[in-house]
């Protein structure tokens, strides 16, 4: 029997939500009024693949910058001064982890309007995911 990884399950997921969007609506493409009738309309888009955002890659990329690594004090250094600069509140204590998950909440996740995956999260904020098998330090997640 074969094991599933977190491919798998991305697709399995991709599909399940995809189908059931088409299935209901006739189409993968949905119209959202996120505050009611009567506000603006978001266009949702479910059609398959759904984009995999490698999450520091991704940030790197929105922020334009290269992150040192992330098990050293100089990450949290340039990480903090990333939230001052940006205006990104991180309560104390201001760790990487911490750091790097308002960074991301704020410029990754919060463009995100069709269905995405972060993936590649860092081993040091998912210690008990599976390390990724060909990138030290991140996870298969």
Same mark, same amino acid.
């Given at each position: 029997?074969a094991?599933?990884?977190?491919?798998? +399950?991305?697709?399995?997921?991709?599909? *399940?939500?995809? %189908?059931?969007?088409? @299935?209901?609506?006739? $189409?993968?493409?949905? #119209?959202?009024?996120?505050?009611?009738?009567?506000?603006?309309?978001?266009?949702?888009?479910?059609?398959?693949?759904?984009?995999?955002?490698?999450?520091?890659?991704?940030?790197?990329?929105? +922020?334009?910058?290269?992150?040192?690594? *992330?098990?050293? %004090?100089?990450?949290? @250094?340039?990480l903090? $001064?990333?939230?001052? #600069?940006?205006?990104?509140?991180?309560?104390?204590?201001?760790?990487?982890?911490?750091?790097?998950?308002?960074?991301?909440?704020?410029?990754?996740?919060?463009?995100?309007?069709?269905p995405?995956?972060?993936?590649?999260?860092?081993?040091?904020?998912?210690?008990?995911?599976?390390?990724?098998?060909?990138?030290?330090?991140?996870?298969?997640?």
């Open positions: 029997m094991y599933a990884d977190y491919h798998d +399950l991305m697709d399995l997921t991709e599909t *399940l939500f995809s %189908e059931m969007v088409k @299935e209901i609506t006739g $189409g993968y493409v949905i #119209k959202y009024h996120p505050e009611g009738p009567g506000g603006s309309e978001l266009t949702i888009d479910f059609s398959p693949p759904w984009k995999r955002i490698p999450m520091v890659e991704g940030l790197e990329e929105k +922020l334009k910058v290269k992150l040192p690594p *992330l098990d050293t %004090e100089a990450a949290r @250094e340039v903090e $001064g990333l939230c001052q #600069k940006h205006d990104v509140a991180c309560s104390a204590p201001r760790t990487v982890p911490r750091l790097l998950d308002k960074l991301v909440g704020e410029f990754l996740e919060e463009d995100i309007i069709s995405a995956f972060i993936t590649e999260h860092p081993e040091i904020m998912s210690p008990l995911a599976k390390s990724h098998r060909t990138k030290p330090g991140l996870t298969e997640r």
